[in-house]
């Protein structure tokens, strides 16, 4: 965020803050007002997973066996883009640096990579399949490999120049639910489904995980977890009604954000100068707090049912 903090936050496609969830609906916000600016109908399932395409106009969302995009500049309420021929849940997604192609991660035991620049119906260019539902999907920051985590505990390197691939296993029988890497990577965080989170040092070309650190980050499920866009926090969010933020220089907590209304906290993401955290909810909020002060700024009301993913964009394009 820009300015003064929340009340700098402008509008137009730069600046947004996308919910979605169990009721079948995405939710455009003023980050700055709590005003609800859109909404945009997701009628075929839940949403698993939100992400702001790299030039900011467009939003991509996944759920049980598709995903959609939406325009963010639109008035129009429906998608205009389908990506189908998907079977089971699509758990994330995620975009090339440059926005020419996207990867997605499914219960149908696959990461999967769609060319964007084709023509329509777009189509899978590479899939990538795996032992177990995927629950995981990043991409290194050198755009070289997608990291791919799911139910069996495994993490999968899958090498794209080489379509090679190593495996990492931090914790025997423990479902991996998300993992994240710095923006420098640098840094790479994975936590599971027992409250772990578990950090590696990324080093080399192309890039070789060494064990880091071993939290214990919640005393029950954990959720998501992410890096600060200036790479000194980690954020973990848990079905103990909590988002927890760490210290990356000696991996302390930071900060417990915690409401008494808040459930599961399900997604979580940072403002691009890392003072400000949004976090969604199970009791159907979103919420902006100030990681400096640990204090709750807003609240974003509007959605019926629990929120499942958020996603945030205020960096100029």
Same mark, same amino acid.
């Given at each position: 965020?820009?300015?003064?903090?929340? !009340?700098?936050?402008?509008?137009?496609?730069?600046?947004?803050?996308?919910?979605?969830?169990? %009721?079948?609906?995405?939710?455009?916000?003023?980050?700055?007002? =709590?005003?609800?600016?859109?909404?945009?109908? +997701?009628?075929?399932? &839940?949403?698993?997973?939100?992400?702001?395409?790299? /030039?900011? &106009?467009?939003?991509?969302?996944?759920?049980?066996?598709?995903?959609?995009?939406?325009?963010?500049?639109?008035? $129009?309420?429906?998608?205009?883009?389908?990506?189908?021929?998907?079977?089971?849940?699509?758990?994330?997604?995620?975009?090339?640096?440059?926005?020419?192609?996207?990867? *997605? =991660?499914?219960?149908?035991?696959?990461?999967?990579?769609?060319?964007?620049?084709? !023509?329509?119906?777009?189509?899978? &260019?590479?899939?990538?399949?795996?032992?177990?539902?995927?629950?995981?999907?990043?991409? +290194?920051?050198?755009?070289?490999?997608?990291?791919? !985590?799911?139910?069996?505990?495994?993490?999968?390197?899958?090498?794209?120049?080489?379509? +090679? /691939?190593?495996?990492?296993?931090?914790?025997?029988?423990?479902?991996?639910?998300?993992?994240?890497?710095?923006?420098?990577?640098?840094?790479?965080?994975?936590? $599971? $489904?027992?409250?772990?989170?578990?950090?590696?040092?990324?080093?080399?070309?192309?890039?070789?995980?060494?064990?880091?650190?071993?939290?214990?980050?919640? $005393?029950?499920?954990?959720?998501?977890?992410?890096?600060?866009? %200036?790479?000194?926090?980690?954020?973990?969010?848990?079905?103990?009604?909590?988002?927890?933020?760490?210290? *990356?220089?000696?991996?302390?907590?930071?900060?417990?954000?915690?409401?008494?209304?808040?459930?599961?906290?399900?997604?979580?993401?940072?403002?691009?100068?890392?003072?400000?955290?949004? *976090?969604?909810?199970?009791?159907?909020?979103?919420?902006?707090?100030?990681?400096?002060?640990? *204090?709750?700024?807003?609240?974003?009301?509007? +959605?019926?049912?629990?929120?499942?993913?958020?996603?945030?964009? %205020?960096?100029?394009?």
């Amino acid at each position: 965020m820009s300015g003064d903090g929340p !009340g700098g936050v402008g509008g137009g496609t730069q600046v947004a803050l996308v919910t979605g969830g169990y %009721d079948h609906t995405i939710k455009l916000w003023q980050a700055h007002s =709590g005003v609800c600016l859109r909404t945009m109908q +997701h009628p075929d399932s &839940q949403v698993n997973d939100l992400e702001i395409t790299p /030039n900011g &106009q467009m939003v991509a969302a996944c759920g049980y066996q598709h995903i959609r995009m939406y325009d963010l500049a639109s008035a $129009n309420p429906d998608p205009v883009m389908n990506f189908e021929a998907i079977t089971k849940n699509v758990s994330r997604v995620g975009f090339q640096e440059n926005g020419q192609w996207m990867y *997605t =991660g499914g219960e149908d035991c696959t990461a999967r990579i769609w060319d964007l620049r084709a !023509g329509r119906p777009f189509q899978c &260019q590479r899939i990538f399949e795996v032992p177990a539902p995927v629950n995981a999907v990043v991409l +290194h920051p050198d755009q070289s490999q997608i990291m791919v !985590g799911g139910q069996s505990g495994i993490i999968h390197i899958w090498d794209l120049k080489t379509d +090679h /691939n190593e495996q990492l296993i931090p914790e025997a029988e423990a479902s991996i639910q998300d993992i994240a890497i710095d923006p420098s990577g640098k840094l790479m965080a994975a936590v $599971n $489904n027992k409250g772990s989170c578990y950090v590696w040092s990324l080093a080399g070309s192309p890039p070789r995980p060494a064990p880091r650190k071993h939290l214990r980050a919640h $005393n029950k499920y954990a959720l998501r977890c992410k890096f600060s866009p %200036d790479s000194t926090m980690l954020v973990t969010t848990s079905g103990d009604c909590s988002a927890r933020v760490w210290r *990356t220089s000696d991996w302390s907590l930071l900060r417990e954000l915690r409401h008494d209304a808040q459930r599961w906290v399900w997604d979580a993401a940072f403002s691009i100068d890392s003072h400000y955290l949004f *976090t969604g909810s199970s009791d159907s909020y979103a919420r902006l707090w100030d990681l400096e002060k640990g *204090t709750l700024e807003r609240e974003y009301c509007g +959605h019926q049912k629990p929120i499942t993913a958020l996603a945030f964009r %205020d960096q100029a394009v």
